[in-house]
């Protein structure tokens, strides 16, 4: 991989007309050492957010020895670059050939459900396998209410009556049993895990069976740009976030369990940087070289406010407009599909202008992992860079926004 100081470095050396990604390999290990300094259990990466080899490998070197997986696919990518890595199969739904291959081939020993139909699904293989259950972790996925950007218990947990019955269930059938929950990504409520482990604490109390474990999942927010214009979310920073949650631990009586989390996000947002060019400008109006269906996915950036750094082509020699003012741009992506406009705006140097690139930050947290093959676009051209996103000036632009007047 070519090394390069910063993106701009990169962008004028290579001139890319594909997207380039920009590792920041220090930064991963920083950010998710700082992590593992915080959290006062085992950190679980969530494979989802980012699985690239060159990333599960840098969080290998930075000492992470356990993976959140979801599928055969992410067991074989975790095998590849850590071989002794542990891996927790923490998707309460899943194909029994799934789960066959999880227990035999990648002797994974610990799994999440959130139903009773899944614990037979379960228990037909192990007992097929000859495993002891006793030699298991089954985590029961309760279900969470909160605020994150990203709500998932719409999809998947058992409500707190249920999780009762199945932690019951499940010590019958001679397996560990623990509690897991995942509250959704980017949480924008500081409260949503002492939520959580009030609820964790009612199905414990209930069940009255020993638990072998708690893992409170992902949802740690990472900190992205904030526009000027608009008024910043009032959220913690992740060290105060983290206090908070020791704190919520120890007065639920959960800090003498082991436990688990599983970040995603917070851990790898901003260890990527995207290059995209302008492939040409029509008044207000910009074309990219990226888009939804690739890094740019909509679904899960619309919510967020990317910071961005405008690179102007130093090969253009005029230019209209005030580098100084920033203004809105309406953004269209590579694909010949009108579906492939970003609904915000990039907010840019009125300046800018065909041929010129845009480096968006904080890139890393489910963009490549989302990127489509579809009409033949897929962005796969990566350098390494050395020099933080955040450092030195304040990003002038900004990455999808709130609404454009039209
Ligand atoms: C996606 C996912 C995560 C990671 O979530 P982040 O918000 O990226 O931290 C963790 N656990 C489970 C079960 C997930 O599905």
């Not at 082991?258 to 990527?272: I, N, S």
Request: proline share 6%; charged share 25%.
């Amino acid at each position: 991989m070519q090394k390069f100081d910063n993106a701009r470095e990169a962008a004028l050396a290579l001139r890319p007309d594909q997207p380039v990604y920009c590792f920041r390999p220090e930064v991963l290990k920083e950010d998710v050492r700082a992590f593992m300094g915080m959290f006062p259990g085992k950190t679980a990466y969530a494979v989802k957010t980012n699985g690239e080899p060159i990333v599960l490998k840098a969080l290998s070197e930075a000492g992470v020895t356990a993976f959140d997986v979801a599928s055969p696919a992410e067991f074989a990518a975790v095998r590849d670059v850590a071989p002794d890595a542990e891996m927790l199969y923490m998707h309460p739904v899943k194909a029994q050939s799934d789960i066959r291959l999880a227990l035999e081939d990648y002797k994974i020993r610990i799994i999440a459900v959130d139903h009773e139909d899944e614990i037979a699904k379960l228990t037909r293989i192990v007992r097929a396998l000859d495993i002891d259950p006793g030699s298991m972790k089954v985590f029961v996925r309760l279900q969470t209410k909160g605020h994150a950007a990203y709500e998932l218990s719409k999809k998947f947990g058992a409500t707190p009556a249920h999780a009762v019955e199945l932690l019951g269930r499940l010590v019958r059938l001679g397996y560990q049993a623990g509690l897991c929950f995942h509250v959704g990504s980017q949480i924008e409520d500081p409260d949503t895990y002492e939520r959580a482990l009030a609820s964790a604490d009612w199905v414990r109390n209930r069940a009255g069976v020993k638990l072998c474990g708690l893992d409170i999942g992902g949802g740690f927010p990472a900190e992205y740009g904030h526009d000027p214009r608009r008024q910043a979310v009032e959220m913690p920073s992740l060290g105060q976030l983290m206090s908070r949650l020791r704190g919520d631990i120890k007065e639920w009586a959960f800090d003498d369990l082991p436990l688990v989390a599983e970040p995603g996000r917070v851990v790898v947002a901003r260890a990527f940087s995207l290059i995209v060019r302008v492939l040409l400008r029509k008044g207000r109006r910009i074309y990219i070289n990226d888009g939804i269906w690739a890094s740019l996915s909509d679904s899960w950036t619309g919510k967020i406010t990317l910071p961005a750094r405008f690179i102007p082509d130093p090969a253009r020699k005029t230019r209209s407009g005030n580098p100084e003012t920033i203004v809105p741009f309406r953004v269209c992506g590579a694909t010949c599909d009108s579906v492939d406009i970003l609904s915000r705006p990039f907010w840019l140097p009125e300046t800018v202008n065909t041929g010129d690139w845009i480096e968006i930050g904080h890139i890393g947290a489910y963009s490549l992992s989302l990127r489509t093959h579809f009409n033949g676009f897929y962005p796969d051209q990566f350098v390494e860079v050395v020099t933080p996103f955040g450092a030195g000036a304040e990003p002038e632009s900004f990455a999808s926004l709130e609404t454009m007047a039209d």
